[in-house]
């Protein structure tokens, strides 16, 4: 089946400095990625598509500047959170669209927990 | 627009009860596809079924089933003879092909509690 990793699992980082996290498809090429924000007892909240090859879409809301998206290839793409905040604690997940895929299914990662002290 | 409602935001059960999990989605689309996932405390989604808009048998797997309705636009899940290890948080999500990017819309998850 379609796996997709995310490293790190779990990361604490100091208030004011950035922090990458990785988003890979291990058996399959996704042209398209996705980024998700999730709050303790909440729901996933996209935060932004990425493509392949160019530039992420931002849900509205989301600061493009301070979460940075790069999907450099076909199994890869990351977040960094910059100046990262307590506020910015949160579980991130990404998931992948396989490119060969005719459905609208998703491969989800097993998300990381980002916390800002 | 699109949207998911789970109006249930927690449901506490004892085993072996059974468990209906409701879902209400609304869309504009005439194609989309309709998920539900698991999450349990570990956090990862796990995915359980997919159901495209043009496919509304019923469908069961083991302990679950899932019966959809475009008349009500609903897309309800049920647990026959609940187990501990049902205990999670259970999303809905609707995926349409008018918006082309294929995301996925979440409703805001039913916490399912299953007592010993």
């Known amino acids: 089946g379609a796996v997709v990793s995310q490293h790190p699992s779990w990361v604490i980082c100091k208030s004011g400095t950035s922090v990458k996290i990785e988003c890979r498809s291990l058996?399959?090429?996704?042209?398209?990625m996705f980024w998700y924000r999730q709050f303790p007892k909440q729901s996933l909240m996209l935060m932004a598509t990425s493509n392949e090859g160019s530039k992420a879409t931002y849900e509205q809301g989301v600061e493009k500047d301070k979460f940075l998206i790069n999907h450099a290839s076909l199994t890869l793409s990351t977040l960094t959170v910059t100046s990262a905040h307590p506020e910015d604690s949160s579980f991130y997940i990404c998931s992948a669209r396989d490119r060969t895929s005719v459905s609208y299914e998703q491969y989800f990662g097993p998300g990381t927990r980002l916390t800002v002290t | 627009a699109q949207k998911v409602t789970q109006a249930q935001t927690e449901i506490s059960v004892v085993e072996k009860e059974d468990v209906t999990l409701d879902c209400v989605y609304e869309?504009?689309?005439?194609?989309?596809?309709l998920f539900w996932y698991k999450q349990p405390p570990s956090g990862e989604l796990v995915f359980l079924i997919r159901r495209n808009s043009f496919d509304e048998q019923n469908e069961i797997s083991g302990r679950y089933s899932w019966n959809f309705q475009k008349s009500t636009s609903s897309f309800n899940f049920t647990i026959t003879a609940s187990q501990v290890v049902d205990s999670a948080v259970y999303f809905c999500a609707l995926s349409g092909l008018m918006d082309s990017s294929y995301k996925l819309i979440f409703g805001s998850g039913t916490r399912l509690l299953v007592r010993p």
């Open positions: 869309t504009r689309d005439t194609t989309y596809y």
């Open positions: 058996d399959f090429q996704a042209t398209t």
